[in-house]
Structure formats: C-alpha cells, structure tokens
C-alpha cells in the first residue's frame, strides 16, 4: 500500500446511483466511482462503492481520517410519503395552521387543483392551552391540566412522532420545552420535534411545516445513521462520520439525527460548493453553477465563490415545480433553482402547435427511446441523437447502447408529424425549447436576486450539463463556461470541500430606530453558543469564523434583505452603518434607496464554520497547444442549423495547454463535452475545460 | 408549421419569461400590504399598436383585460412621432387605468433601432391617494383622492418632479408613494430594456410577425375552445348584500361559435357608496371567471382576450361612470364571476364550480382617532381571511382559501409582531361547507382584540352576509359570513365603521362555498373522514347527510 495517510471519503446517495470519491490529503482526486443505489438498504450500495474507490487507490478504511456522507434518503422519504405517522401540537385556537396556510391558490387558472398533502390529518391536529406574545412574554400559562387529556389522545391517534408547534415559540420556548418534559415523562417511547430547535423562525405555517418535516423523516433517519455508522466501524472505519447539510456545511451525526430536516436536498448543495471551489480555484469572482441531470437543471449562482443562500424552499410539490404546490421547510439552505428540464424530459406538441418540453420526465425506466427499453417518448437526450451529439457506442462508458433508430421514431411520431418538420429540424426545436427553458428560469432568478447572468461565468457538470452548456450559454449571453474534472459526479467531490458548518436563523422584531442593544447581543450570544457546541463537536481543533447577519426590510415591505454584521456586540454606532449597508444594498436591488422609510429587522443570523481545505490556484499553462481529433462525426451544428463534421476528442487524452474549435465532442466515461460552432475549448493548469465563446468581431 | 416558427415559440417563450421577471420585481419593491399579500400589480409587453402580446399571471385577475385596454387608450393620446426614447406615461383615472385611484398605470415606448417597436406596461396598487383613503364612505370620484390624467411621467429619462410632489403632497403615505413609483418606473424599464436585447439577440428590426404569430395562435386556440361549446344564450341573477340595500347582479350569456359575449342588462342601478365598478373592472373579473374554463392553458394576450365581449348599460352598478365613488370595486367585481357562472352552469352543468364566499374578506384596521392626539399607538394593517370556495364538479371545494382573487392569508405572528393586536383563534368553522354531493370549502372563525388595551377601528366593505353563497344542481348554501363584537354582540352588516372597544373581542366568521349535487348522493365514507376529521359534526352528519357516523 501507499502512504496515504489523511485520505478522505465522500459518498453522496442518490435515487439511482451512488457517487463515491477519494481524496488525498493534498485535494487530489484519487478515485471515482458510481454504482448503483440499493434502495432496500442504501448503507450495502454505500461499502460497495467505497471499497471500490479504496481497492482502486490501494488502500484501506483505517488509512481514511475524514469521511462525508450526504444522502437523498431524508428528501425520497419525504417524496414518497414515507415516514413516520405524526401528531401535531398547536396553541388553542390554532388547530388549523397547516390547513389554512396562506389560504393561496398556487395556480390561478386551474380551478381542480389539489393543495399539497402536508402529512397531518386533521384528526391528528392537537391543541393544548397556553399564550406568549410576540415578545415572548407569557399571557397565559402552559395548561398542565390539560395534559393527560392531550397524551391520551396522541395515544389514541397511533402517532409515532410529534410535531410541536406553540405560537411565538421562537421569542420564549419555555412551553414547548415544558410540554415535551411532560409528554416524555407520559409517552418515554415518543419522538417528539420542538419547532424553537427545528426552525426558530417567525411565520407559525412555515415553522409548523418544518416541525412536521422534521418529525416525519426523524425515526427513519436516526435509524437509518446508526446503522450506517456501525457498519462502516465494522470495516475498519475509526474516523468520525460527518452528514453533509443543505446549507452546504457537515454536521455531525448527533445533529443529524436530531434535525434530519437540515439533510434535505443536500447533493445538489455539494454541486454548488464544487462550483464555488472552482470559482475560487480559477477566480471566478462571478459564476453560475448549472447541474444538468436525467430529470432536472439546477442553477445556483455563486458571488466571491460563496454560493447565494435562502431561508427557505419547497418540497414535494402537488404540481411539479409550480412555486407554492409544495409543503415549505424554512431552514438555511443553498439557494437553487430547478427546473424540469434534463435528459429524460418529454416533448409534446400541445393543441396550439407549440412544443413543450417537460416537466414530465422518463425517468430511469423506461427512459429516453434512444435507451431501448421500450420508451416510446421523445426526450431531450433522443433530441441529442438525432442531431448526433452523443456517440452511440460510448454511452455510459459503453454500458448502454443507443438506439438511434428508435429515437429518430419518437421524434418522428411525437414532435416531427404535428410540427410537418423532418426529425433533424424537429430535433432542433426540442432542443431549443428546452434550452431557451433553462436559460429563462436562470435570468430570472438572477433577476430575483437583483443580479445579471449574462455576466458570468457558467460552471457545468452532471450527466448532461457539459452536453447542453454552450447552448443553454448563448441564450443567457455567458461567454465563457468551465467543465470541471469527473463532472458527472459533482456533487461527491465538492463534499469534500465542505466546511463544518451550522447555522441558525431566529427571529426577534426591531425596528433600526430603537433597537434593544442589550438584548440584542444576549439574543447573539445564545445564539452564537448554540451553533459553537454543534460546530465544535465535529471540528474539535480547527479555528472556527462566525458569520453573522440581519434580514431587514423598510416598514410596509414583505421581502428582507440580508446585511452582514460585525463579529462583536453591536453598540449605538453600528445603528447608522447599519442603516447606510442597507440602503447601499438596497438600491443595488431596486436602484434607488427610499430615504426617511422606517427600516424594521425581522430575522438575525449567526453561521459558524471550520476553515475548508487549503486551496491550491489552477497553475498558468506554459503553451497552448492545438489538439487533434480522434475522429469525426456528422452533427447537425445549433449555429447554422445545417449538418456538419465534428471533431472527437477523448477527454483523457487532452492536456493542460491544449486547445480545440468547435464544433467539436469531448468525451469522457460518464458524459460529453458538447463545444458548438461559435466556441473554443482549451485545458487549463488544473485540468478544467474552458469553453469561451468566439467574439464575432474577431473573425 | 415550420423553424420559423419555433423561433417564434422560443421569443414568445421569452416574452412570457421577461413580463415574469419584470412581476416579481415590482412586487419585491412594492409597499403596499395588498400588492405584497395579493400580488396586486400587472406587467404586460405590447406591440407598436398597442396589442397586448404578453402578461405577467399575478395574484389578482383584475388587470386582466383592464391592462389591455389601457394600453390601446393611452397609446391612442399620443402620436409615435413625439415619443422619445427615455419617455414614460402615467395615469391613475379608475376608468382607464384598472377601476379605482389607487392603481396606478405606467407605460413606456421601446425603441429599436430609432423607432417605437412596442410598449412595456406595469400597474400597481399604491398605499394611500388621500381623499377619505380605502373603504366605500366617499360619496363621489372627488372623495376617493388624486385623480390624475394620462400624461408624461418621465420626459426622456427625466422625472416630472411637479408631478411627483403632487402625488406625494395629496397622500398619507408620500414615502411609501414615491417609493411604488420609483418601483414602477425600473419595471417599465427593465421590461423595455430585455425587449430590445431580444431584438437584438433574435436579429429582428419589428415585432410585427412575432405579435401576429402570437395573437394569431392564441385566437385561433380560443375560438376552437369556444366552439366545442353548445351554442345558446343564458341568464342569471345573483343578488348581493349591497350597501344600503340589497343589489340584483344580472348577466345574459351568449356563447355563438367564435364569440362570448356577457351582457349585464337588468342589473341595478350605481350605489350611493363607492362599492360601484367601472366596466373594465368587472369584464376583468368576468373573462377570468370564463377563461378558467375556456381554454385555461392559452396565456392572456389579445388573441385570447378578443373572442370575450362584455357590455352593461351606462350606469348599472358594474358599468359605473363618473363620478361614482369605486375605492372597493372589488367587493362587487369579485361576485361577477358567481354570476357568469351561473349562466355557464345551465351550458355546462359538469364543468362549472358552486358559488364560492368569492369576494375578498380583508379586515382593514387602524388606530382610533384620537389615538393621533393621544399619543396612543398608531397602525394601520390589512389583514385577509378568506372564505371556502365553492364545491366543483368532482372536488370539494377549498376551505380557507381565496377564489377568484389570488389573495395570500396573513400570518399571526408576525401581524402580532408589527402591530398591537391579538388574534386569539384562526381555526376552520365547522359545518359552514355548503352540504352536496361535493362540499363547499370550510369558513375561519376568528377572534381579534386589542393587545394594548386601545380602542381600534374596523373598515368593513364584505359580502355574502345576507345573501350565501347557494349550492348547484342540488347542492346546499354554504353558511353567511357573520360579525359580531363578542359572542352575545349583535350582529354587524358587512359594509362600514366599527369600532372595537379596548376590552372587547372582534368575531370575524368568513362565509363556507356551496355544495355541488343533493347532499344524499355523497359518499358515507367522505361523510364520516368529515366527522372524523371534525369537518362536519356528527348532528350535520345525521340530520343533512343522513350519514350515522
């Protein structure tokens, strides 16, 4: 064996494959693999691909001192209905939070729709009796006669976890921290979840929501990482497990099987930190991650490489991708938009004669009908046959054959017919709609976010994101992208560059004009000494930063603007500098500040991290040189529109320095590099394809 | 079709993607609760002749074909040749704009290449215009507040500051007011910047063959939907609580094989309130209602709005002139489509919905007066609660929950964090569904007091207190809304001041939807899910359903 001592794991779980990668201890990648997920235990498919990745470098489990795991257990438990049976607890007078919500329709036209399913029938909806204000002041106490009535009817209910949900809890947990004492003194077998700790925010729908997430997926979970520990210990591994969150930092096994909630959507958050440890590699100060996978795009944009973050976010949405179908969870999260857009989505022509694309998908079966396992769709990657931009004998390292035949039929029959156009120009459309989808809903979020895309640049990976970047980049206007190595497993390597990481958000109402100092920085420093213990336990020696920030908004607004805080208690000079960072941010928003309004404070923030591992900048190429194909292949170019030869480039084969026009095909294992007409691929120093668009003007 | 016109998808794909863009960005901006909550605004992107090419789908129908028309009438004042690039137009007339003086319209040419290709549009509902503020008490236009004639809000690029100090000068809010119209001003121009940079990017000099191609599909589409319709003319009355009395809403459907035209003939005359509707208000609310079952999935543009005519008598209460008072428009124009529905069930008994609580049930609240003086707290808020929505042809309707309007609910504890106020129950009211074959949509009860110990004020203009919302084909009426101070208090009307004393508590219950089909035919398991889950009683179960729980 080779010395490879401070060799460090990753294992990213997805619904149907299982990324896994290793690492040295100077960052390099040693091994990858992706095998597929066992669904009935995910922890067998887990050792399958970590010894794989370990007997390919010749190593062992003991020689491993840091391992991540991150997991699409916790969101499929929540997708797929699941998780435990739970109760919710209310205030009195507030039985219904989860049935009335907003009181919204998410689709204005459609009067049949359905609300989401928020997993609490009403017949388990409890209240027990009890008041704070918004202060946190009690008005009424916790009505312990109640109780035996209450434990009675969870009892009755069958319950197997609880949600409690008090009002204003996150101003004065002392009820809920009091009813869960009595209820476990009464119940001792109960898993009980306290919205203060799941998500101490203001807004009792969204906490409720959380709460009940939480709670449905936390007898799993704890289950599932016990048992996902002991087996690894069982091989030799001695190093502690950390759980990678959907904040885009680890946590430790504790916190995970205490608020699974936090591991929801925490793959694609790996992808962003990839991408941000690219930016960061390259300086890129301003970049767009796009993972492009079988059923969906995510974008995620990333500004002096920290990846944009959020508060909040759906899942399990009634309607696929319609804002406000799903069930909200307010945690911090990476902030990403995902559209029903990959290779598996499905084209249709509608009544009107427009092509839509998605968001229905073929998923794994039976696929695109290029796969031939009897799909009959036509799907974006057929789209990518018929125009030839996959290579029929090198899918999935050759693991799949394509059936070209079969796609040319379904876009023949499904597109081509109704649209009167031939299957290469119908091919075309497909994938122009879809293209122009993503590009859309990128420059609209950017616009969300008060930022332009067309600045930036774009970091592709997943199975079809280095196959669809330049075109999805011209329509945004991005002129350079960047492929980063083993991109169809992206996720995997950016755990590795994972921080530990915890961050909590909390209400407490101020208005900038007399805001409690003293309150404030006690408020702080509960706070702060929170998230240390969380963070402290996983990085027991590393010197941790904290971050802190204030969600403010002019009085009257409902949207909050986040400012960053000093590291220090805040004293009465912070008040104007305060005042002055808002009113600088939020002209950079709206372009104008409106002078004399009220600034009110709703949330405050504090993130505590451990340094990420040391980063190495991408080392200048001494020459460029100009690389051959290894073949060619007939295209039919998304410039011109008219068929064409393509060159072929085996990615392995290409070295820092090498450069190539399109349009062209890079290939690798996992996926292809698609470089289109009007752009040029080159290698730089640490491996990473740039793709840069030709500037017209220097033809 | 061929790749000329996927290339035409794909721009008209990106039209709807920039009016979007330009929405979410005004409401981000907005400072007005009922933009915030209700998403009450409009973005739209126009040809050179004033066509309506896209729309931004907001929480509030009522821009609907108000934006539309708008345009066309503003466009009309002024010649292409005398706008200039950096120009933007404004007006907040209620019968040009969208039916009351709090909305205001801004328009802006779009210059490519030299010349005017097209128009972006926003309109957005700003806080306060003075006069007796939001609420139906103003007794003609001149009570409600700033009316302020189309003209040049920016002349290239430059703000008409005389214009601004005016409308800051005649409101409560002149911060909050200037802040909406900074708003809608980048609206304006990020939406006319994004149409050039198509231009650019798709290398075309007009918009003329887009706009066709646009309007020409839409059309097209509509008028198919239309003729699978049975062909016939039908009527309704729905009667409606009114102000000072009770008001017959009256409407004739005639669906003929490219066209659907709406006459309200018959309906009552103006009220001497402002709860009357100008037309364009209540056609907003009436196509809505029809395009919600008539091809639903074809975006609103004036393809698509064209085969819809909807015509009323000069002064009946939903073709309000001036100067009637229209502050609360939407108490009424909310129940048009109760009453266009009601004609459309007797075409298509299986398509149509049951008569909802429908219109908006807000509760505008603010200090006392004397509160000013006294030094007592002072606030202002705007809290939604929302009734059921009628039962549908094979769905119960949705308790709770806003319908026709897009309205969002308030949430407690941050209403509790911001203003002195306690609620201290927000729960479904049973048995207020209507009962039927399908259910109408539950009522909230709710219970406010004030937190302080401070008298406060209540500006009621709600519906559906006299007159329910009536079941279809069989089915029942869902419970009237009721308001009372205390549960022994008398029962209030809908519309008007109240005043809730310190020590009292305010019970606010919001109406339930109509049932769909006899009672008897629902389902004895779906009965007794209702009892189980406390829905229904067990009485109701029993004595309505004939259900033994």
Redesign the interface.
């Known amino acids: 064996m080779h010395n490879h001592a401070g060799l460090r794991l990753a294992v990213d779980i997805g619904g149907t494959f299982t990324d896994t990668v290793l690492m040295d201890g100077q960052s390099n990648i040693l091994a990858t693999t992706k095998t597929p997920t066992t669904p009935d235990n995910p922890t067998v498919g887990a050792l399958i691909g970590a010894k794989r990745v370990l007997d390919d470098a010749n190593a062992g489990f003991p020689q491993v001192s840091g391992f991540i795991h991150g997991t699409t257990l916790a969101t499929n438990a929540l997708i797929e209905r699941r998780g435990a049976s739970v109760a919710t607890i209310t205030t009195d007078?507030?039985?219904?939070?989860l049935?009335?919500?907003?009181?919204?329709?998410y689709s204005?036209?459609?009067?049949?729709?359905?609300?989401p399913d928020l997993l609490v029938?009403?017949?388990r909806a409890f209240t027990i009796g009890g008041?704070m204000?918004?202060r946190g002041d009690e008005?009424t106490p916790l009505d312990v006669a109640g109780m035996d009535d209450l434990v009675r009817r969870i009892e009755d209910s069958d319950a197997q976890a609880v949600a409690v949900c008090l009002?204003?809890s996150?101003a004065n947990p002392k009820h809920e921290l009091a009813l869960r004492d009595q209820l476990l003194r009464a119940l001792p077998d109960l898993a009980i979840s306290l919205s203060h700790e799941v998500s101490p925010e203001?807004?009792?729908?969204d906490r409720l929501c959380t709460t009940i997430a939480n709670a449905y997926i936390q007898p799993q979970m704890a289950g599932y990482l016990a048992d996902f520990q002991s087996r690894f210990a069982a091989e030799g591994l001695s190093c502690p497990i950390l759980m990678m969150t959907a904040g885009g930092g680890m946590t430790t096994l504790e916190t995970a099987a205490r608020l699974p909630i936090r591991l929801v959507e925490s793959g694609p958050a790996g992808g962003a930190i990839l991408a941000a440890r690219i930016a960061a590699e390259t300086g890129a100060r301003a970049v767009t991650s796009f993972d492009m996978g079988g059923t969906t795009a995510k974008l995620c944009l990333i500004d002096a490489f920290r990846p944009q973050t959020a508060r909040r976010f759906e899942i399990a949405r009634a309607a696929r991708f319609i804002k406000g179908s799903g069930m909200p969870v307010r945690i911090p999260v990476i902030e990403m938009i995902e559209i029903g857009a990959g290779g598996g989505s499905i084209a249709r022509v509608?009544?009107?004669?427009?092509?839509q694309v998605g968001p229905e998908s073929a998923g794994a079966q039976p696929g695109p009908a290029a796969f031939g396992n009897g799909g009959r769709a036509a799907t974006v990657t057929d789209a990518d046959v018929v125009q030839g931009l996959i290579e029929p004998g090198r899918f999935a390292e050759g693991r799949l054959t394509i059936d070209t035949a079969a796609a040319e039929q379904a876009i023949t029959l499904e597109i081509g017919s109704a649209?009167?156009?031939a299957p290469d120009?119908a091919a075309?459309?497909l994938s122009?709609?879809v293209d122009?989808?993503m590009a859309?809903?990128g420059?609209?979020h950017a616009?969300?976010s008060g930022k332009e895309l067309a600045t930036r640049v774009m970091i592709a990976f997943g199975g079809n994101g280095p196959l669809h970047a330049t075109r999805v980049a011209r329509r945004c206007?991005v002129d350079q992208i960047v492929i980063p190595k083993d991109p169809s497993v992206g996720s995997a390597v950016g755990f590795l560059y994972a921080p530990v990481a915890f961050e909590i958000v909390r209400?407490r109402?101020a208005t900038l004009d007399q805001p409690d100092l003293d309150g404030l920085n006690a408020f702080f420093d509960e706070m702060t000494a929170e998230a240390l213990a969380a963070v402290r336990a996983g990085a027991p020696e590393a010197e941790l930063s904290i971050r802190k920030q204030a969600f403010m908004r002019?009085h009257?607004?409902?949207?909050e603007i986040e400012i960053a805080l000093p590291d220090r208690a805040l004293g009465p000079a912070d008040i104007e500098i305060l005042r002055r960072d808002f009113e600088s941010e939020y002209s950079r928003?709206?372009?104008?500040a409106?002078?004399?309004?009220a600034i009110?404070i709703?949330n405050w923030s504090v993130e505590v991290s451990s340094p990420a591992p040391d980063l190495s900048r991408v080392p200048d190429v001494a020459q460029q040189r100009t690389a051959r194909p290894c073949g060619h292949r007939r295209i039919l170019c998304d410039v011109s529109?008219h068929w064409c030869d393509a060159g072929i480039y085996d990615r392995s084969a290409l070295e820092p320095g090498d450069s190539l026009r399109g349009p062209a095909l890079i290939a690798e294992p996992q996926t292809t590099t698609f470089v289109s007409a009007d752009f040029q691929a080159s290698v730089d120093g640490g491996g990473n394809l740039w793709l840069n668009r030709i500037q017209e003007d220097a033809e | 079709?061929?790749?000329t016109?996927?290339?035409l998808?794909?721009m008209w794909?990106?039209l709807l993607?920039v009016v979007?863009?330009q929405g979410?960005?005004l409401?981000?901006?907005?400072?007005?609760?009922i933009v915030?909550?209700c998403g009450d605004i409009s973005a739209g992107i126009f040809d050179v002749r004033g066509r309506m090419l896209a729309q931004a789908?907001t929480?509030t129908?009522g821009h609907i074909n108000t934006m539309a028309e708008a345009v066309k009438t503003l466009c009309g004042r002024y010649s292409r040749s005398e706008m200039k690039p950096g120009d933007i137009f404004l007006t907040n007339d209620p019968w040009i704009a969208s039916g009351h003086l709090n909305d205001f319209l801004l328009v802006m040419p779009v210059f490519h290449r030299g010349n005017v290709v097209g128009f972006s549009a926003c309109t957005s509902h700003l806080?306060d215009l003075g006069g007796l503020g939001m609420g139906p008490e103003g007794s003609d236009i001149f009570d409600e507040g700033l009316r302020i004639p189309p003209c040049k809000l920016v002349d290239q690029g430059q703000l008409n500051a005389l214009l601004m100090d005016i409308v800051k000068a005649n409101s409560r809010e002149p911060?909050?007011n200037?802040?909406d119209i900074?708003?809608l001003i980048?609206c304006c121009e990020?939406g006319a910047a994004r149409l050039a940079d198509m231009m650019v990017?798709f290398g075309i000099d007009t918009l003329d063959s887009l706009a066709d191609y646009i309007i020409e599909?839409?059309r097209?589409?509509t008028i198919?939907a239309i003729s699978a319709l049975p062909n016939g003319t039908w009527h309704n009355v729905l009667t409606v609580d009114g102000y000072e009395c009770e008001i017959d809403l009256c409407a004739a459907l005639t669906i003929a094989d490219d066209r659907v035209l709406i006459d309200f003939s018959g309906t009552s005359g103006l009220s001497r309130k402002g709860i009357n509707v100008p037309l364009n208000y209540a056609t907003a609310y009436t196509v809505f209602a029809l395009?919600?079952?008539i091809g639903?999935?074809?975006p609103n543009n004036a393809g698509s709005l064209a085969p819809f005519h909807v015509t009323g008598p000069a002064d009946c209460i939903l073709n309000a002139q001036p100067p009637a008072p229209v502050a609360m428009r939407h108490t009424l124009g909310q129940m048009t489509p109760d009453l266009v529905y009601g004609c459309l069930s007797q075409a298509l008994p299986d398509a149509v919905?049951a008569e909802g609580a429908s219109c908006m049930y807000d509760l505008p609240l603010r200090h006392a007066p004397e509160a000013v003086s006294r030094g007592g707290t002072q606030f202002a808020l705007e809290l939604?609660?929302?009734g059921g929505t009628g039962a549908?042809p094979?769905?119960d309707g949705?308790?709770?929950?806003?319908?026709p309007s897009?309205?969002?609910?308030s949430?407690?504890?941050?209403t509790?964090?911001?203003a002195p106020v306690?609620i201290?129950?927000?729960?479904?009211r049973q048995d207020s569904g209507g009962p039927g074959r399908l259910r109408g949509g539950l009522g909230?009860n709710i219970?406010i007091r004030s937190?302080t110990g401070e008298d406060f004020m209540l500006f009621l203009s709600v519906e559906r207190i006299a007159n329910p919302a009536k079941g279809r084909h069989g089915g029942l009426a869902g419970a009237p809304g009721r308001i009372r101070l205390g549960p022994d208090g008398p029962d209030l009307p809908g519309k008007g001041e109240v005043r809730i004393g310190g020590g009292e508590t305010l019970i606010f219950q919001t109406p339930g939807g109509g049932g769909f089909g006899p009672p008897d035919e629902r389902s004895p398991l779906a009965v007794r899910q209702d009892v189980?889950?406390?829905?229904v009683s067990a009485r109701a179960a029993q004595h309505v359903y004939g259900v033994k729980p």
């Open positions: 007078g507030f039985r219904d939070i049935e009335i919500g907003y009181e919204r329709r204005q036209y459609d009067i049949n729709l359905v609300k029938p009403r017949a008041r204000d918004a008005l009002m204003h996150y203001a807004r009792e729908f509608d009544r009107l004669g427009r092509l649209l009167d156009l120009l075309r459309g122009e709609i122009e989808s859309a809903a420059r609209m616009v969300e206007q209400s109402y002019y009257g607004q409902g949207h928003l709206f372009r104008r409106v002078p004399g309004m009110e709703l529109g | 079709m061929n790749t016109n996927t290339r998808q794909v794909n990106r993607a979007e863009e979410q960005a409401i981000r901006a907005a400072f007005s609760p915030r909550e789908v929480g129908p806080v911060i909050a200037e802040g900074y708003a980048a990020t990017e599909t839409s097209r589409g198919e395009r919600c079952i639903p999935d074809i919905p939604v609660f929302s549908r094979s769905l949705l308790s709770a929950t806003a319908f897009g309205v969002w609910g949430q407690i504890e941050t509790e964090a911001v306690l201290t129950r927000r729960e479904l909230q219970e937190s189980r889950d406390e829905l």
